[in-house]
């Protein structure tokens, strides 16, 4: 098995029992190796990094490491004054040095630790749980605000630039197949009728960017609740995963991603729309979290943008799935050909209830 033969080119002690496909993921395949001594047992996580989605695997790497390096020595300086114990994967480096292997069909292949004795949920469990969301969200922003975003490499250009979406749209607007598309159900028209009474506003955090209001900062990318690590024995959060994303950005499209992931019951495949509802309740835990280490390093004018950034992150995620349906569904994967028009639905009523909760959910922001 290939996995196993590029397993044992990391420096791993021991030799390798097995390597099981873990099935994790929806972007790199995920593999679970083990390795034994005659006294230990090891398990790491092996990863064939998706080339069709990262173009230069070798700057996820450098990104990953460097992050890594800068939060581990945060962690430790922190360790005697924190309630827990917290951690991140560390980047196992291969036997000749590198972050990386390279196989003989030009995949790149990676390994970090596993995170053991705890587990993650694909949704919300309670309030508790989104409390502690917030919080390891919080916490991993404030040890990397530090960090010199320029030694960062951003790895998928254009990512949560939501006019650049718009773009993309029109484009695929223009086409007869999208014409087609567009008109081929009373949806799709609404779908486009949705966007089009929003895109002087889809801006909103770029131009504050462009005005220098807001700064650029090292971000995870993708911090939905999945990848919030929960400790098995204290039921408090101890990491967030999945640092394929880590690059220069916005930290609004972090919180805004959190909460937009959370804060949604029904979750993003749902067909009954009738079931799709921001929850305030859960929002309100997420922020409370949040902000017990973001006060330290938000400014005034990131606080003033925050329900921007929610609002925001719900409608340019719709914006992409509508996108892609009119486009002929070639970048997410789909089961049958309406379900990126429907996943759009869902993001799109999710914005409507933003919108609707508008006071609320500036209230509870204010008051934190």
Not at 177 to 188: I, K, N, V
Not at 292 to 310: M, P, Q
Not at 315 to 331: P, T
Request: glycine share 6%.
């Amino acid at each position: 098995m290939k996995a196993a033969m590029i397993a044992q080119k990391f420096d791993v002690a021991g030799r390798v029992v097995t390597v099981q496909y873990t099935g994790a993921g929806n972007v790199n395949d995920t593999y679970l190796a083990i390795f034994r001594t005659t006294f230990s047992e090891e398990r790491i996580i092996l990863q064939r990094i998706n080339r069709n989605v990262f173009a230069r695997p070798e700057y996820i790497m450098e990104n990953m490491r460097l992050l890594t390096e800068h939060v581990h020595r945060r962690i430790e300086e922190e360790a005697l004054q924190s309630d827990r114990i917290w951690q991140l994967p560390r980047v196992i480096p291969a036997k000749d040095g590198k972050d990386y292997v390279v196989d003989a069909d030009g995949d790149f292949w990676r390994a970090i630790t596993l995170i053991a004795s705890a587990h993650s949920y694909e949704r919300v469990q309670s309030v508790e749980h989104a409390h502690e969301a917030g919080f390891v969200l919080g916490h991993f922003q404030r040890l990397i605000s530090d960090m010199d975003d320029s030694l960062l490499h951003d790895t998928l250009e254009g990512f949560h630039i939501t006019p650049r979406y718009l773009k993309q749209l029109d484009k695929a607007l223009e086409t007869s197949d999208g014409q087609t598309r567009l008109h081929a159900s009373l949806e799709a028209e609404r779908c486009n009728k949705f966007i089009d009474a929003r895109r002087e506003w889809c801006s909103v955090l770029e131009d504050a960017k462009e005005r220098g209001e807001l700064q650029l900062r090292p971000i995870h990318g993708d911090p939905k609740i999945s990848n919030i690590m929960i400790d098995d024995a204290t039921g408090k959060g101890t990491c967030i995963i999945d640092l394929d994303t880590v690059k220069p950005g916005l930290i609004h499209y972090d919180i805004g991603d959190c909460l937009r992931s959370c804060c949604n019951p029904a979750g993003e495949e749902t067909l009954d729309l009738n079931q799709v509802v921001f929850d305030t309740d859960l929002c309100e835990a997420i922020v409370k979290g949040y902000m017990i280490n973001a006060r330290s390093f938000l400014s005034d004018a990131d606080r003033k943008y925050l329900y921007d950034g929610i609002r925001l992150i719900a409608f340019e995620l719709g914006l992409r799935f509508f996108a892609d349906y009119i486009a002929g569904n070639v970048y997410f994967n789909t089961r049958y050909d309406e379900q990126n028009l429907n996943r759009a639905r869902v993001q799109f009523k999710l914005t409507d209830s933003i919108e609707a909760r508008e006071k609320h959910i500036r209230a509870a922001l204010e008051k934190l």
